[in-house]
């Protein structure tokens, strides 16, 4: 079946540090996977994504590689700021079988960035 | 871009009566849309899909008869929770899609439904 799996926040950094956020999934086929960011109250805005094998997305400093061997997708940025204070929601989007086209979510990991 | 609402962003009921949430793609035709709930600190999970003139696809453990969303146009569908209780309180997310099966998903703002 499908699934993904994120690592578990709540991940608390400071301006500038070093961001990771694992993920990994489980899928039959070639999936789509994603990155949707989730401020406070708000709906899901997509991140960044990547359709294939070794693309990389990106998007406001965020990067994430398509990892097939390690069935990976972790989302990285340089220098957090203030504002990327969010939760970050990894994806897959199934391209087979009666689940085409469905979307699958990691659990969210909340990202807070201190001044 | 593409834009989706949704209507209310936030809504309280008393319990055993009905609210209905709107979902409007604002900018584009949407073939498909998808209802989500999201409980507090967890992901999102799927409740049904929809295509235009279509009924409605339900996932496995969610109730039909409670959760009525119609698909009446291209741009907009409709969630109705019926005789709510205090446990169908939740965050309710609408997604839009303007083609099925590879066509990526615009998601609404999201409905805080509270009910008392």
């Known amino acids: 079946g499908n699934s993904v799996t994120q690592m578990e926040g709540p991940v608390t950094l400071s301006e500038e540090a070093f961001l990771t956020i694992n993920c990994t999934y489980t899928?039959?086929?070639?999936?789509?996977l994603f990155w949707y960011v989730q401020y406070p109250g708000e709906g899901l805005q997509l991140l960044l994504k990547a359709t294939k094998a070794d693309d990389k997305g990106s998007n406001k400093g965020f990067e994430a590689t398509y990892r097939k061997e390690t069935t990976s997708f972790h989302l990285e940025k340089g220098s957090v700021q203030v504002s990327d204070s969010a939760v970050y929601f990894c994806?897959?989007?199934?391209?087979?079988?009666?689940?085409?086209?469905?979307?699958?979510f990691g659990r969210g990991t909340q990202l807070t960035v201190w001044p | 871009g593409a834009v989706v609402s949704q209507h209310p962003s936030r809504v309280i009921c008393k319990s055993g009566t009905s609210v209905k949430i709107e979902c409007r793609s604002l900018?584009?035709?949407?073939?498909?849309m998808f209802w989500y709930r999201q409980f507090p600190k967890q992901s999102l999970m799927l409740m049904a899909t929809s295509n235009e003139g279509s009924k409605a696809t339900y996932e496995q453990g969610v109730e039909k008869d409670k959760f009525l969303i119609n698909h009446a146009s291209l741009t907009l569908s409709t969630l109705t929770v019926t005789s709510a209780h205090p446990e169908d309180s939740s965050f309710y997310i609408c997604?839009?899609?303007?083609?099925?099966?590879?066509?990526?998903?615009?998601f609404g703002p999201g409905t805080r439904l509270t009910v008392t």
């Open positions: 899928a039959t086929g070639y999936p789509s």
């Open positions: 997604s839009a899609s303007r083609e099925w099966e590879r066509g990526e998903q615009y």
């Open positions: 900018d584009f035709q949407a073939t498909t």
């Open positions: 994806a897959l989007r199934s391209d087979r079988g009666s689940t085409l086209g469905r979307l699958y």
